[in-house]
């Protein structure tokens, strides 16, 4: 399960994947750049965007990138398909809704900007003729593609800052760990994590959106990154449902929306991380909590999703668990006494590691 994704994010990442080097469309663009020309390209021809153009020419012919760069001579936009395997149309006027802001000052630039929100999740690509800059607008959104070289350095760098970050989030997570086991939690650990977690998807958010602009380029920064961050979003959903007043997906979810929307110094406070969570409507940092034993059930190998809500809604709190005997577990619906014994062996064996790592 993840938060919900918000549209004009996902509407660049797939506009990123469609400029991407070595991709057709990227091939067609940086042609127009190397013949010192500006162009205009919408990439769709929904009805949307046919309400918003006037005159030009029907073309409907297969793409291709000399085309492409041949097009780009006449003034006007040219509309590619959706899926970018057709030129719709050429030389068209665009006019969009003129009370659209725009922060642009150039004319090409000030469309593709006005046209992109009037839109809101149709890509528009503006090809700068004097700076030879390609940008692409989605929404909200600009992003303006680097210079390759530069982008796998900066990508570079942020994958080091991800290592960083996720070393530190791993440690809370071993510290979480040991003060469940010992009965000690309180709302400070877990707002703790929860910021830490955040911190690493914004941080990993920033290197997929590198990751899909580099395309072809990225494939050993693409293995990296995958190593690296890993299960992080899974984990800290699972620590949410731990400790969340109410279980149901919807609660979880929007916690890490409510999460998702702190700016970057109110994440800094423990406090703010702490409200947003909305854990049992406690305020105060040295509350005690007691998770439910998602987390770490969820650690033990062979055992299914059901087996482990079964537990949980039987016992209540991981402390209950762990105390409980392996025939006390094997009352558990769809458990027997072997399973029952491997859950009370591996939470016994789970607790004594997250005690010596935490103390040694």
Request: a negative charge.
């Amino acid at each position: 399960m993840q938060a919900p994704i918000d549209a004009q994010l996902d509407a660049l990442h797939r506009a990123l994947r469609d400029v991407a080097p070595g991709t057709p469309l990227r091939e067609g663009l940086d042609r127009t750049v190397r013949a010192k020309m500006g162009a205009l390209v919408v990439v769709g021809d929904g009805s949307d965007v046919l309400s918003i153009c006037s005159g030009g020419f029907l073309l409907d012919a297969p793409y291709s990138p000399q085309r492409l760069s041949e097009l780009a001579k006449m003034d006007g936009a040219i509309i590619l398909a959706k899926d970018c395997s057709r030129i719709a149309r050429a030389n068209v006027h665009l006019v969009p809704d003129p009370n659209v802001p725009t922060s642009e000052t150039g004319t090409r630039h000030r469309t593709a900007e006005r046209v992109a929100r009037h839109l809101r999740t149709v890509p528009v690509i503006s090809v700068s003729e004097e700076m030879s800059v390609l940008t692409v607008y989605v929404g909200e959104s600009k992003h303006v593609l680097q210079e390759i070289p530069r982008l796998l350095d900066k990508a570079g760098q942020a994958l080091q800052t991800l290592g960083r970050y996720k070393l530190r989030l791993d440690e809370a997570v071993a510290s979480l760990s040991a003060l469940e086991v010992e009965d000690l939690v309180t709302l400070r650990d877990v707002a703790s994590v929860a910021q830490r977690s955040e911190t690493v998807r914004r941080i990993a958010d920033e290197i997929a959106t590198m990751i899909i602009e580099l395309g072809v380029d990225a494939r050993l920064l693409r293995l990296q990154f995958d190593e690296l961050y890993g299960d992080t979003d899974t984990d800290l959903e699972l620590v949410l449902r731990d400790y969340l007043g109410a279980e149901s997906e919807s609660a979880v979810a929007g916690a890490l929306e409510r999460l998702s929307e702190l700016t970057d110094d109110e994440l800094l406070d423990s406090k703010a991380a702490a409200l947003v969570l909305r854990v049992e409507d406690a305020v105060d940092l040295d509350h005690p909590l007691q998770p439910r034993g998602y987390r770490l059930l969820t650690e033990l190998p062979r055992l299914s999703a059901e087996s482990i809500a079964c537990v949980v809604n039987q016992f209540g709190t991981l402390a209950k668990v762990l105390r409980a005997t392996a025939e006390e577990l094997a009352t558990c619906p769809g458990l027997d006494r072997d399973k029952a014994r491997g859950i009370k062996e591996g939470l016994a064996r789970l607790a004594e590691v997250s005690i010596l790592d935490q103390y040694n």
